[in-house]
């Protein structure tokens, strides 16, 4: 697989990803390095991440091992908050770190959303690179320069847009993932198809188990994002098509976070582009036999979600919330055909429940 490189940051695969990184470390002469993981990701990603990295040559290794520190968060979107921010601040004032120092973030969206945060606030900025260990990693949150935090129950409400230098993909990874959480970044992949094209869009409906995604259907997702985010990095345009499924999916995810029913990101995404999927068709004139073919193909990997009345007020409420509203109008990414996404569409609360009815029949 290519690299993708671009001016602020690159994306690199693999054996050749983990040669340029070493260059890129030495180059740096970085006088610390902490490699930020969460507790999985410790256990499984952090010793064959070195491994592969410090085989490249000796003068890494040494680099590494000398010079090297190691913060292991608890897992799980609950630490994505200020008060590990803080403790993983400490840890670098404690260690000595300064302006050039590096952080690896190694794990999923979580570990890159969080350490992107610290990096990017530390001393006014630091260095640092994303290692994305789940698919939704990978396809999405390790790249695009979204960094942050969630507060008071509100998703990514506290960040700063800030590059990773580099972004390594190492598909290794997946390997030891839970299948929960490949269906989770699978959501994203399909978000992707969505707004890229009839012929993504296609792809994707050919898989029938998530067994079955390849290295390129990975690498064409990733595409599909850098495409947007280079023409728009800090989402004044067409980066918001990227929001596509997440307006009512953040806000499902929101309502459910720290409940008994919280949702991964990627089932609440799942849920957001059906729902989008036929606002799309109630406002664009989106094609509704194509609605029910990403209705159905959705509902083969997600299972159904119940909302009762009071669960569709609470998440309309948590609309008003949405970053990307302007005034009080939620506004929503929609598509008038597959690969043709439009921004900025008012929808109102009437049209909004029709689509949750259309969800759950
Ligand atoms: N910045 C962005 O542009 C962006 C985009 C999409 C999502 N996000 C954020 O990403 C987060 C979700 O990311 P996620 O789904 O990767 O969740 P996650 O980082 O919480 O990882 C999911 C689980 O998998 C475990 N894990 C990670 N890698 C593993 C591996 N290789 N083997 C075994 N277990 C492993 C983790 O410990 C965790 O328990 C959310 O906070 C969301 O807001 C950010």
Redo the contacts with the bound molecule.
């Keep these: 697989m290519r690299p993708i490189i671009k001016e602020n940051f690159s994306i690199l695969f693999n054996e050749n990803g983990y040669l340029e990184l070493a260059d890129f470390i030495l180059k740096k002469n970085y006088q610390n390095i902490l490699f930020l993981t969460?507790?999985?990701?410790e256990k499984?990603?952090l010793k064959s991440f070195k491994k592969s990295i410090c085989n490249i040559n000796s003068k890494v290794y040494k680099i590494i091992d000398s010079n090297s520190f190691y913060y292991s968060l608890p897992?799980?979107?609950s630490s994505?908050n200020i008060n590990e921010s803080i403790k993983v601040w400490d840890f670098l004032i404690q260690n000595g770190f300064k302006r050039n120092s590096l952080i690896i973030n190694l794990?999923?969206?979580?570990?890159?959303?969080i350490g992107g945060f610290i990096s990017s606030t530390f001393m006014r900025g630091i260095d640092f690179v994303n290692v994305p260990?789940?698919l939704?990693?990978m396809v999405?949150?390790s790249?695009?320069g979204?960094?942050?935090i969630d507060f008071k129950n509100l998703?990514?409400i506290i960040g700063k847009f800030e590059f990773a230098k580099i972004i390594l993909i190492d598909d290794s990874?997946?390997e030891?993932?839970?299948d929960q959480?490949i269906i989770?970044?699978f959501a994203?992949m399909i978000k992707h198809a969505l707004i890229d094209s009839p012929n993504h869009w296609n792809t994707i409906r050919e898989i029938k188990s998530l067994k079955n995604i390849s290295k390129d259907m990975i690498y064409n997702s990733i595409l599909t994002k850098v495409k947007i985010i280079e023409k728009d990095p800090t989402e004044k345009d067409i980066r918001k098509y990227l929001n596509y499924g997440h307006t009512l999916g953040h806000a499902i995810e929101s309502y459910l976070l720290g409940t008994k029913r919280e949702l991964?990101?990627?089932e609440a995404i799942s849920v957001g582009i059906i729902l989008e999927s036929y606002l799309s068709c109630l406002r664009c004139k989106f094609d509704i036999n194509k609605v029910n073919q990403i209705k159905s193909f959705v509902m083969k990997f997600y299972k159904k979600i119940d909302f009762a009345a009071t669960d569709i007020e609470m998440v309309i409420k948590l609309l008003k919330y949405d970053k990307k509203n302007i005034n009080d109008n939620a506004l929503f990414v929609l598509i008038r055909n597959i690969g043709d996404p439009t921004t900025n569409n008012e929808v109102n609360i009437e049209e909004i429940k029709e689509a949750f009815r259309f969800y759950q029949d």
Aim: proline share 0%; charged share 20%; aromatic share 4%.
């Design positions: 969460d507790a999985n990701t499984y990603c897992h799980g979107e994505k794990g999923g969206g979580m570990v890159t959303d260990t789940t939704l990693g999405d949150a790249i695009g979204k960094t942050g998703k990514n990874f997946l030891t993932l839970n959480q989770s970044g994203e991964l990101h990627g």
